[in-house]
């Protein structure tokens, strides 16, 4: 659902922008809550991880495929203003480095892709857990239901800005119809690979998984033939250092692997709204990528002529340059909180 330049005229093109830069600038003030000992060694984890499954286009129907948006799967194991910021940066290397989404439609594409899809997806899975049993399973068929709706929603997102900014004279409800149609049927691969990579995490550390805190129930004692809630241990037993480190490497091989080796299977066939322009005609005003020249446009690698080993390793590159990007953006926003918190509990000296 990467938005190419050209699609949406200038002015929209701005306002998205405008929009999209204060959804982050909330969200960076939003994740110094979520960024804590355990959620922060893990965000920029969870932005690489996305760029690599983005790169594994699957195929839905009709010579259409469809990849993960992420939203979803980052919202619910680091929590959505840090998953904003974890999509944001995905989207942000993918236009620079590899000139996916157009540079121009970059805020077109964080509105749709990284606020859209966080927002929808959090406040579904959130409405769900809340009513559903406190169990791991709970957690996992309400981020399955939460990533199917959010696809949807990103396109409904994307037909209301073409409404107003589209470049073409397509009917909105031929635009809308198709896809609407097409994005439901990736959602349900979105829901799919959502809903295993947060089950995954749960089963091994349930607590590095933002959506799954207050789980577990309170235990309860019967005194005098009545429940009461018995009192919280002061002294929570900590996982140790070398679990995290250990979820931290399994991640970041996994992320490799999927960028580095399967996304050379990935389907070629052109993706949701790809399809959807060629067909209704919305791309007839579509512009080069200012990063055409780049040496690692489209996923390769200048200069290496084997396919297999240039697409690999641009998804290497693009793995290593998204987790730097966001390990660095998120030990910055950590590090103001800690500053903060420092500044809040120092007393100030008398005078």
Known sequence: MHVPDG?????VSVA???VAAGAV??????ARRELDEKIAPLAGLVAAFIFAVQMLNFPVAAGTSGH???GALAAILVGPYTGVLCVSVVLLMQGILFADGGLTALGVNITVMAVVTTVVAYAVFRGLVKVLPKKRRSVTVSAFVAAALSVPAAALAFTLVYAIGGTTDVPLGRVLTAMVGVHVLIGLGEAAITAFTVGAVIAVRPDLVYG????????QLRVGGELVDAAPDPKPELAPAHRTRNVWLTGLAAS???AGVVSFYASASPDGLEKVAADKGIDVKVEEHAAADSPLADYGVEGITDGRLSGGLAGVIGVGATIAAGTGVFWAVRKRRTDEDSTAVTPRASV
Do not use: D, E
Request: hydrophobic share 55%; net charge positive; charged share 15%.
């Open 7 to 11: 699609f949406i005229n200038a002015p």
């Open 16 to 18: 998205a922008g405008v």
């Open 25 to 30: 600038a909330v969200s960076l003030r939003g």
């Open 68 to 70: 993960l948006l992420g």
């Open 212 to 219: 799954a805190r207050g789980l577990r129930q309170k235990l």
């Open 256 to 258: 490799l692997v999927l």
